[in-house]
Antibody, heavy 121, light 110 residues
Framework: QVQLQESGPGLVKPSQTLSLTCTVS??????????WTWIRQPPGKGLEWIGF???????KYNSSLKSRVSISVDTSKNHFSLKLNSVTAADTALYYC?????????????WGQGTLVTVSS | NFMLTQPHSVSESPGKTISISCTRS????????VQWYQQRPGNSPTAVIY?????PSGVPDRFSASIDSSSNSASLTISGLQPEDEADYYC?????????FGGGTKLTVL
């Protein structure tokens, strides 16, 4: 059974960097058939795709966040990470790490439970 | 970038059938597969439909979906509504550079 678990600080000060890690169990981040993805959801609002990393290190990001975001993968630890810099209150959200199937289509087949990150001084 | 537009909310009684639409703003709805995710209160989203109409293992056949090129939209249909179907539903599609979600539809089972 594949499980994804987010970890990281729940409170970040404005202008600082948000850093989260997603630990994957039951699957390998070195698999060629998945993208490892971050998605967020502000309180009471909808889902926003942040971006993904492939096991090779290839990344793609939401154009609205591209200048502030970095996603990386550590195959030796079987985890991947998100960094979002220069955060503001608008970045307060539930952050999900998600596995995206990379095959005939692109769909999110496994989700973590999410971790709430609040941006506040 | 394209957008996906969904109705904000829909409500119906148990046992009835509802449909939720998802309209693509730019480009053909048929050019990339559409997925649907269910998010019950307090839970992570889970897929109920992928590749336009396929159901992941464990999703009941009360859930079905289709695409309509004439209206450039996708639809999720839930028949025989159950109280546990009450949730937010999101459509999702993609292109080579982006993954896009609709704004979500809140389904209330009266």
């Amino acid at each position: 059974q594949v499980q994804l678990q987010e970890s990281g600080p729940g409170l970040v000060k404005p202008s600082q960097t948000l850093s989260l890690t997603c630990t994957v169990s039951g699957a390998s981040v070195k698999s060629s058939t998945y993208y490892w993805t971050w998605i967020r959801q502000p309180p009471g609002k909808g889902l926003e795709w942040i971006g993904f990393v492939y096991f090779t290190g290839t990344t793609k990001y939401n154009s609205s966040l591209k200048s502030r975001v970095s996603i990386s993968v550590d195959t030796s630890k079987n985890h991947f990470s998100l960094k979002l810099n220069s955060v503001t209150a608008a970045d307060t959200a539930l952050y999900y790490c998600v596995r995206e199937t990379y095959s005939n289509s692109r769909w999110f087949d496994t989700w973590g439970q999410g971790t709430l990150v609040t941006v506040s001084s | 970038n394209f957008m996906l537009t969904q109705p904000h909310s829909v409500s119906e009684s148990p046992g009835k059938t509802i449909s939720i639409s998802c309209t693509r703003s730019i480009g053909s709805i048929a050019s990339n597969y559409v997925q649907w995710y269910q998010q019950r209160p307090g839970n992570s989203p889970t897929a109920v439909i992928y590749e336009d109409y396929r159901r992941p293992s464990g999703v009941p056949d009360r859930f079905s979906a289709s695409i309509d090129s004439s209206s450039n939209s996708a639809s999720l249909t839930i028949s025989g509504l159950q109280p546990e179907d009450e949730a937010d539903y999101y459509c999702q599609s993609y292109d080579s550079d982006n993954r896009v979600f609709g704004g979500g539809t809140k389904l209330t089972v009266l």
